[in-house]
């Protein structure tokens, strides 16, 4: 179709579709400036126009009844003429409208329909079963009379009554789908929304076959209507399956693995849950209503701070119910802030619970003071310290003792650990000995040993006398209060006097029984063995009196003597058993270090099952090297000692960190601190306490110019970490006893990181004091050499003055630094550049002449009356 009225261009090649065309094209050119120019296409549309009675024809008519004769269009249907002044709008929204509630009218008759020819097939249902019961005999006779007479019996679905009256009653008629045609389309009925149903029923086919288009639904012939019913039949169980359809259904054409495998024929078994829920809502409407549980008031264990998420859990309530409790009382948080102990306290009152307040310490062990029963008490080994000034003999008279020869193989001839050694004697009995090292860096070691012991040997040598650690003894063991015996050694040697030791002591306080005291005294010799019967017997007599028992059944308790780092073994302390049996395997708490025994070695080297009172074992299994002095505790399992050491370390961590409060004294001791030099210093040694030892003695080099500074102190070997510390703060390495693997080696070389080796305390702090004064440099000191008046002032060349001088005291030299004074105060410090006597050049010149100068720098700020001080410089090495 063409249109030659029009010779417009058009927008597209095709003709727009509709009866009449609403839109225009055309072209449109535009002129601008400079000569540009541009086509534009321009449509123009022109507005429809509908008549007052016109009704658009593809609106669908619904018809409410149907006549009993074919008309494929009722007059009736129409729709009625539009008021006047009604717009396109709101005639196509009242036409809808109109469509709509003829649409759902029709449902309804037909949904009322429906319902009476069912109810109407039970009745007949029912009449047939009667009659079947009444007749059983002509039922017989006549079997096919019965199947045909059900059918010619039944009344036409179209006479029955509706339940409810229509408001226009019309004549039913039944419709048949014509085979020519296409089926008409069917659509889901939706109920109407005001009168709620509570199950939506299926629409039957002749409700579809009304509402379909009008060219669709034409009258059928009246000869095939007996199809109707069986049409009605077979349609209907189709639309609840299409209508509600499960999810069994959805997945019906899904292979599944019960499908595959064949079992149930497909079908989706229930699972456990489901059963579960089922069952459990069976019981709970079987049982009627839940009574209300009685509130469980519990006992909530609140520590010094606690988050509100962990409050609850221990109270077992919601978090959000806590928060709310919170921000009624004025305090807006969450669940995972922190909460003091005493807020806790209110919402756990609130509650309804009872609190219990726990501290953080609570999670340590406590000492266990309480006391055994005395019929578990057995008799034990007494624990005997040797102690003394060092070079005395105390190693030489416990080697003695013991028939060994430890002194040999120490270093520089002096002992410097803790050593734990266990005796038997002739007649079976034990008894253990502590020897502690003489030296002066040794303090806490020996304040150690008298703390554990039960009697104290007290070492003097004959020729020497009471020296400072001799008195340093005795002092510990007067703190400790344990009895002492004093053994007077080197009583072999020609200038030995024990007498004039025994009147030392006496400054001391200690008188020994030959001077009418009670303190024991016996002369040894260590070397020629001589007085040691006696010693043992002295020693076993005060043991008698102090009555030594403990406890071996129980868990067993312990100190640490000295700790190491083994390359081999790992950690390894040496402990004294002070009350119950260690065995191996038990779990242990040594200070902020845990465990569980693998292996108990004695002093020989031969490892034990277990170790009982007063013996001095090595324990292997730490995870750490702990304290000399900390104490050991056996614990129930892993978990608890694990726990006390974590809580222990974290107090260590803390002291550490911890600042002390800022006060003027603070602020300048740090003021001061901070003028001074830093001496950086790593130290790594073979035990515990000779670190403790090495440590304490650096720290008391330290003066106001220079302090020692201690940047890491360890037990073991030099590993590549102190090696990479060290480099990194330019200190050297003090190794006491041990040494660097090649690595560590390496590593120092490629850093230039000095690395020192020492086996003797004295000479390591010789020298680490040595290089603390070099690091300071030389000191300068002032020597004063002349003084002198200056009475004129000459003008020396175009800009220079010379000073005329009257020498008052010693010698005024050339080249000499020199000082002038004006009223006590320096105007100026520098050098004498000429000296001149009666216009020659001299040397010097003596006090009671007179003589000319001038200064370096061209000093011309001279006014007579001014004093001059010539001086000299010296530079000294430092010593700390």
Do not use: W
Request: glycine residues 8%.
């Amino acid at each position: 179709m063409s249109d030659t009225d029009n010779e417009k261009p058009k927008l597209g090649m095709r003709q727009p579709l509709g009866l009449k065309r609403t839109v225009e094209t055309g072209k449109v050119k535009q002129s601008f400036s400079h000569g540009r120019s541009n086509t534009v296409v321009v449509e123009v549309k022109r507005r429809r126009i509908l008549g007052p009675g016109g009704a658009p024809a593809e609106v669908p008519v619904v018809e409410e009844a149907p006549a009993p004769a074919p008309a494929p269009a009722a007059p009736v249907a129409r729709a009625p003429s539009a008021p006047a002044g009604e717009t396109a709008q709101e005639r196509q929204a009242r036409l809808l409208r109109e469509a709509e509630e003829q649409r759902m009218h029709a449902l309804e008759e037909a949904r009322r329909r429906e319902d009476a020819e069912r109810q109407q097939a039970v009745e007949d249902e029912k009449r047939r079963a009667e009659e079947k019961a009444k007749a059983p005999a002509d039922k017989a006779a006549e079997p096919a009379a019965a199947p045909a007479a059900a059918p010619a019996s039944e009344p036409a679905p179209a006479p029955a009554a509706a339940p409810a009256p229509a408001p226009e009653p019309a004549p039913i008629v039944s419709l048949e789908l014509d085979p020519s045609m296409p089926a008409p389309r069917r659509f889901t009925p939706v109920a109407r929304p005001e009168i709620p149903k509570p199950q939506p029923k299926p629409a039957p086919a002749p409700a579809a076959a009304a509402t379909s288009s009008a060219p669709t639904a034409r009258a059928l012939p009246t000869g095939t209507g007996q199809a109707t019913p069986r049409r009605t039949e077979t349609a209907q169980p189709q639309r609840p399956g299409q209508r509600g359809r499960t999810g069994d259904e959805r997945r019906g054409g899904k292979l599944t693995v019960n499908r595959a495998l064949g079992g149930e024929d497909g079908a989706r078994a229930r699972s456990l849950a489901a059963l579960k829920r089922a069952r459990e809502k069976e019981h709970r409407r079987m049982g009627g209503p839940r009574e209300l549980q009685a509130k469980q008031v519990r006992d909530v264990a609140v520590p010094e701070s606690i988050t509100v998420q962990e409050l609850a859990i221990r109270m077992a309530e919601k978090g959000a119910d806590l928060v709310k409790a919170l921000f009624k009382m004025g305090m807006p948080v969450t669940l995972t802030q922190t909460i003091d102990q005493d807020t806790a306290e209110l919402l756990v009152t609130e509650f309804g619970h009872n609190i219990t307040r726990v501290s953080d310490s609570d999670v340590d062990l406590a000492s266990d003071t309480v006391e055994d029963a005395p019929e578990s008490l057995k008799p034990r080994p007494p624990v005997v310290t040797i102690m003394g000034h060092v070079d005395h003999g105390k190693t030489s008279l416990l080697d003695a003792l013991r028939g060994t020869d430890v002194v040999k193989g120490e270093a520089g001839g002096i002992t410097q650990h803790i050593g734990a050694y266990q005796v038997t004697l002739k007649d079976k009995s034990k008894i253990t000995f502590l020897d502690t090292p003489g030296h002066e860096a040794f303090s806490e070691m020996r304040a150690r040993g008298a703390n554990v012991t039960d009697i104290v040997v007290l070492v003097v040598a004959a020729d020497d006398g009471l020296m400072p650690q001799t008195i340093e003894a005795i002092n510990h063991t007067k703190a400790a209060g344990v009895p002492m015996i004093v053994a007077i050694n080197k009583i072999d040697k020609p200038e030995a006097n024990a007498q004039r030791v025994r009147e030392r002591l006496l400054e001391h306080d200690v008188q020994v029984e030959e001077m009418g005291g009670e303190t024991q005294d016996v002369e040894v010799s260590a070397t020629k063995k001589t007085g040691l019967d006696q010693l043992i017997e002295k020693i076993q007599l005060q043991a008698e009196l102090l009555e030594l028992k403990a406890n071996p059944d129980r868990d067993a308790e312990g100190t640490v003597i000295e700790a190491k780092l083994d390359k081999g073994r790992g950690p390894v302390a040496t402990v004294l058993v002070t009350r119950g049996t260690l065995k191996v395997g038990d779990v242990f708490v040594i200070g902020a270090e845990s465990g569980k025994v693998r292996a108990l070695v004695n002093d020989k080297g031969m490892q034990l099952k277990e170790a009982g009172p007063s013996m001095p074992v090595e324990i292997l299994g730490i995870t750490g090297v702990p304290q000399a002095g900390d104490q050991l505790q056996v614990v129930e399992n892993e978990s608890r000692a694990r726990e006390v050491a974590a809580y222990r370390a974290g107090v260590i961590q803390a002291k550490r960190t911890t600042n002390a409060p800022a006060s003027l004294d603070s602020m300048f001791s740090a003021l001061k601190e901070k003028q001074a030099i830093e001496y950086p210093l790593v130290v790594k040694a073979d035990t515990q306490g000779t670190v403790e030892a090495i440590v304490g003695a650096i720290n008391k080099i330290s003066t106001d110019l220079i302090k020692a500074r201690v940047l890491h102190s360890g037990v073991g070997g030099i590993t590549e970490s102190d090696v990479t510390l060290a480099g990194a703060s330019g200190a050297p390495i003090i190794g006491f006893n041990v040494r660097a693997n090649a690595k560590a080696r390496e590593i120092a070389d490629r850093q230039k990181v000095a690395l020192k080796y020492y086996d003797v305390i004295y000479e390591l702090t010789d020298e680490i004091r040595a290089g603390m004064a070099g690091e300071l440099g030389p000191e300068a000191f002032e020597t004063v050499v002349g003084r002198a008046e200056i009475r004129e002032v000459f003008s020396a060349g175009k800009h220079g003055k010379a000073a005329g001088l009257l020498v008052t005291e010693g010698v005024i030299r050339k080249a000499l630094k020199a000082r002038i004074t004006r009223d006590d105060v320096i105007i100026y410090t520098g050098e004498i550049a000429s000296l001149r006597r009666f216009k020659d050049d001299v040397a010097e010149v003596r006090a009671g002449l007179e003589c000319g100068v001038t200064f370096s720098q061209n000093f011309v700020d001279i006014k007579a009356g001014d004093y001059l001080e010539t001086f000299e410089v010296e530079l000294r090495e430092r010593t700390l």
